[in-house]
C-alpha cells in the first residue's frame, strides 16, 4: 500500500505539472500583452502632449520677402550668360541683363522671378527663369522696451516672437508680460498684432506665436 500510495502521489504530481506550467505561461502572456498596450498608450499620450505644446514653425522661405544687402541666385535655363549671383542694392533694386532695374526688395522670389521673366520675354520667348535667396543679409527685426538686451537683430533666417525674445535676452522683471505688441508695415500701411507670453508660456494661444517678417518690431511695455 505504501508503495501504490508513493507511485499514485507521483503520478498525480506529474499530471498536474504541465497544468501548472501551462497555466504559468498563460499568466506570462497576459502579462506581457497588458505590458506592450500600456507602453502603447503612453506613447500615444506622449505624442499628443508634445503635438500641443510644440510652438507655430516659422514661415516657409518661399515666403520670404527680399530685403536690401540679400544675394540672390538669378538664371534662365539653357542660358549660361544669364545665370549670376545679384546683391540687392541699398535701394532695394537689382540689375539684371535683358531685364535692366528691378525692384527687389518688399517681393517674394516668385514674384521677382515672374517680372523678370516678363521683361525678358520680348528676347527670349520661353524663357525659365529662377530665382533664390543664397544668403539673407537684409533681414532684420527690432525689440525694443522692457527686455535684457534690446536693439536691432540682423540674423539669417525666419524667427518667431518667442525666439526673438529670447535674442533679446529674455524679459525684464517689470515688463508687462500680456501686452507685448508686433508692429508691422505692409503695404502701406501698419499692423498690430498683440502677444500674451504668459500664455503662450503656459501652452495656450500659440497661435500667436507668429513668425516675424523683415522690419518687424517687438514693443514689450
Do not use: C
Not at 27 to 50: D, N, P, T, Y
Not at 61 to 79: A, N, T
Not at 127 to 149: D, H, M, N, P, Q
Request: aromatic fraction near 8%.
Amino acid at each position: 500500500m505504501n508503495v501504490q500510495f508513493s507511485v499514485s502521489n507521483a503520478g498525480s504530481w506529474s499530471a498536474d505539472r504541465p497544468v501548472m506550467q501551462k497555466s504559468q505561461r498563460h499568466e506570462q502572456s497576459r502579462r506581457l500583452l497588458l505590458l506592450v498596450a500600456l507602453i502603447a498608450l503612453f506613447g500615444i499620450f506622449s505624442g499628443s502632449v508634445q503635438a500641443e505644446e510644440s510652438p507655430a514653425k516659422p514661415a516657409k522661405l518661399k515666403d520670404y520677402r527680399i530685403g536690401p544687402e540679400d544675394v540672390l541666385q538669378i538664371s534662365v535655363w539653357k542660358e549660361p550668360e544669364l545665370q549670376r549671383e545679384v546683391l540687392v542694392r541699398p535701394d532695394g533694386g537689382i540689375t539684371f541683363p535683358l531685364a535692366g532695374d528691378v525692384m527687389a526688395a518688399g517681393r517674394t522670389t516668385a514674384e521677382l522671378r515672374a517680372d523678370i521673366t516678363a521683361r525678358i520675354q520680348k528676347y527670349i520667348p520661353d524663357a525659365v527663369v529662377t530665382v533664390s535667396v543664397t544668403k539673407l543679409t537684409g533681414f532684420r527685426i527690432y525689440v525694443i522696451g522692457k527686455v535684457k538686451k534690446p536693439g536691432q537683430f540682423t540674423i539669417g533666417r525666419y524667427v518667431d516672437v518667442l525666439q526673438a525674445l529670447t535674442l533679446a535676452g529674455g524679459l525684464d522683471p517689470y515688463a508687462s508680460q500680456k501686452e507685448i505688441k508686433v508692429l508691422r508695415k505692409q503695404n502701406g500701411k501698419k499692423i498690430v498684432f498683440p502677444f500674451n507670453y504668459k500664455a503662450v508660456k503656459s501652452g495656450e494661444n500659440l497661435d500667436q506665436n507668429i513668425s516675424l517678417q523683415n522690419d518687424d518690431v517687438i514693443v514689450v511695455p
